[in-house]
């Protein structure tokens, strides 16, 4: 099993930047490609960030430009910067990773809420 963590949310205003982590723990050689999901209240859930199989970084419309990942492997560590942010990018935030050996496990993070007022 993979355990991942998220951390870093909180209150911000229109403008400002947050940095998101997100830790995996427990068999994390199950996992290489950790991305950024995120739901908004009355919303489904929606792609934010994730890594594509070729190398590069597939992101939502709405945060390119604004958001950025970067990870640290030796602390099996994944990050999303993201600047500008506007109130409609209030939302929880879910750090998510496919399982590599078996296409239909994927584990999930508990959340962590990102509020921008206005």
């Known amino acids: 099993q993979v355990q991942l963590v998220e951390s870093g949310g909180g209150l911000v205003q229109a403008g400002g930047s947050l940095r998101l982590s997100c830790a995996a723990s427990?068999?994390?050689?199950?996992?290489?490609?950790m991305g950024w999901y995120r739901q908004a209240p009355g919303n489904q859930r929606e792609l934010v960030a994730k890594p594509t199989r070729l190398g590069s970084i597939n992101y939502a419309d709405s945060v390119k430009g604004r958001f950025a990942i970067s990870r640290d492997n030796a602390k099996n560590t994944v990050y999303l910067q993201m600047n500008s942010l506007q109130p409609e990018d209030t939302a929880v935030y879910y750090c998510h990773a496919p399982d590599i050996f078996v296409p239909t496990r994927e584990y999930w993070g508990q959340g962590t809420q990102v509020t921008v007022s206005s």
């Open positions: 427990g068999s994390t050689f199950r996992i290489n490609a």
